[in-house]
């Protein structure tokens, strides 16, 4: 008789199950790009709609016609840019020389770290010219604006990383200390970009729900959402991933490509009573293709799309969906 061989079941795409270490996380690979411009951006999660646009995919059955998606709105206020961070080339890799902050950073900015008590920026930048040629890195340190979406006070400070040579990114900082960055200064309609978020947090569940096991007969012996064994005597032990088990499921950070924008704005966008846990939204938002991982007023990082495709489809929104979801 010949050996039958059956696959693992369940996905072992993800492994380990952990819990995020941090709520919101930064994108550690960027695509190159030849001009000094900002790579990254960040938007608070508002909800989803629906969005009917012209499909402008050349080869797709719905070419030119009006068709209907789901879609996501982030709120999308200006990023504050609150220093300037140098790295420098060491034998454990790339090492941060220090943070040149601004002169008048931003008020609430105090929630979230201890700034220094006099800020010396021009002599900082002075210094740092001197010394450019050791340094391998450019980076903004940026604040998003919690009270303008989020509903917060307490705001989030990550760096961003940009494009071009070290010279290049030196000229872009310095012009852009104390200064804010726009949505439609790093990205456009209709550009595909990659979004990473922590999902929301389901706790501990079973490997029924963690895994996607079968759920076993009613004659079953013991326990009937539970899997069979654990494996043989020998070896008297689980390794870790070899078996499904009850976990963490949830709160983990996760990244999706290739999520196209759709429109870039500012304004009022609300739907009939308000968007379901989060508000009124009033100021700049984006819209994007499909789903986006995390619940509503979570921070999401953006990024230029690392594996975008080539085309670049036009997009022309026709109609966004703002009946009432209050239910």
Same mark, same amino acid.
């Given at each position: ?28 690979? $960027? ?23 012209? !499909? ?8 030119? %016609?009006?068709?209907? %998606?789901?879609? /996501? ?45 006099? $800020?010396? /920026?021009?002599?900082?930048?002075? &210094? ?5 040629? !050791? ?35 030196? &000229? ?7 200064? =804010? ?7 456009? =309609? ?14 501990? %569940? ?19 959402? $539970? ?24 709160? %983990? ?35 994007? $293709? ?25 997009? =022309? ?11």
């Amino acid at each position: 008789m010949s050996r039958t061989h059956k696959p693992v079941s369940g996905s072992r795409g993800f492994w380990p199950k952990k819990r995020a270490k941090r709520i919101y996380n930064r994108f550690s690979y $960027h695509p190159p790009a030849r001009n000094a411009v900002p790579l990254d951006f960040a938007g608070y999660k508002v909800g989803m709609t629906q969005v009917a646009f012209v !499909d402008g995919r050349k080869g797709s059955p719905t070419m030119g %016609q009006e068709i209907v %998606q789901p879609a /996501t709105v982030l709120n999308c206020p200006s990023l504050s840019v609150a220093g300037i961070v140098l790295y420098g080339n060491a034998y454990q890799g790339s090492v941060s020389s220090g943070v040149i902050w601004s002169e008048k950073p931003p008020k609430d900015l105090e929630r979230k770290t201890r700034l220094p008590k006099k $800020h010396e /920026t021009r002599k900082g930048i002075q &210094e740092a010219e001197k010394g450019i040629e !050791d340094v391998s890195d450019v980076r903004l340190l940026v604040s998003t604006g919690p009270r303008e979406g989020g509903g917060k006070k307490r705001p989030e400070l990550f760096e961003v990383a940009l494009g071009g040579d070290v010279k290049q990114k030196w &000229e872009y900082v310095k012009q852009k200390l104390g200064k =804010e960055i726009k949505a439609d200064e790093v990205f456009k =309609e209709g550009e595909f970009v990659d979004v990473r978020a922590v999902t929301k947090g389901k706790g501990f %569940q079973g490997p029924v729900k963690r895994f996607g096991v079968k759920v076993r007969i009613r004659k079953a012996k013991k326990k009937r959402r $539970h899997i069979g064994n654990l494996g043989p005597r020998q070896w008297a032990r689980v390794r870790p991933g070899d078996k499904p088990m009850p976990g963490q499921l949830g709160f %983990q950070t996760r990244t999706e490509y290739n999520k196209r924008i759709l429109k870039i704005a500012s304004g009022k966008l609300n739907p009939a009573g308000g968007w379901v846990n989060y508000g009124e939204l009033d100021g700049s938002y984006m819209i994007v $293709h499909g789903s986006i991982p995390g619940p509503r007023k979570r921070l999401v990082m953006l990024r230029k799309g690392a594996r975008a495709p080539d085309r670049k489809d036009a997009v =022309e929104v026709k109609h966004i969906a703002l009946e009432s979801q209050q239910g």
